[in-house]
Nanobody, 118 residues
Framework: QVQLVESGGGLVHPGGSLRLSCAASGSIFSINAMGWYRQPPGAERDLVAVISSGGITNYAASVKGRFTVSMDNAKNMVSLQMNSLKPEDTAVYFC????????????WGQGTQVTVSS
């Protein structure tokens, strides 16, 4: 089984920055990709950014140029640097991993709240 634990959420003013981190632990055989999704209040969960173990990235159009996803393969960690934050970035952010432990599956963290407000 693979466990994901996020950290780094909080309250920030518009234009500010936050950095989210997620560590994967457990019986990990391999990680194909890790990334972040977010779910605003009353809305569905959507992709924010994803990075493959080979370093290929993909971003939602709304965050391109403001957010940067990075992965430390040796530590099984993924981070999301969020700059120029806007109120519409307010959401619960979930870490995701496409990984193989005892079985290959999609794994999710518990979520961390990011609130952008003045």
């Amino acid at each position: 089984q693979v466990q994901l634990v996020e950290s780094g959420g909080g309250l920030v003013h518009p234009g500010g920055s936050l950095r989210l981190s997620c560590a994967a632990s457990g019986s990990i055989f391999s990680i194909n990709a890790m990334g972040w999704y977010r779910q605003p209040p009353g809305a569905e969960r959507d992709l924010v950014a994803v990075i493959s173990s080979g370093g290929i990235t993909n971003y939602a159009a709304s965050v391109k140029g403001r957010f940067t996803v990075s992965m430390d393969n040796a530590k099984n960690m993924v981070s999301l640097q969020m700059n120029s934050l806007k109120p519409e970035d307010t959401a619960v952010y979930f870490c995701h991993a496409d990984a193989c432990g005892e079985w290959c599956d999609d794994y999710w963290g518990q979520g961390t709240q990011v609130t952008v407000s003045s």
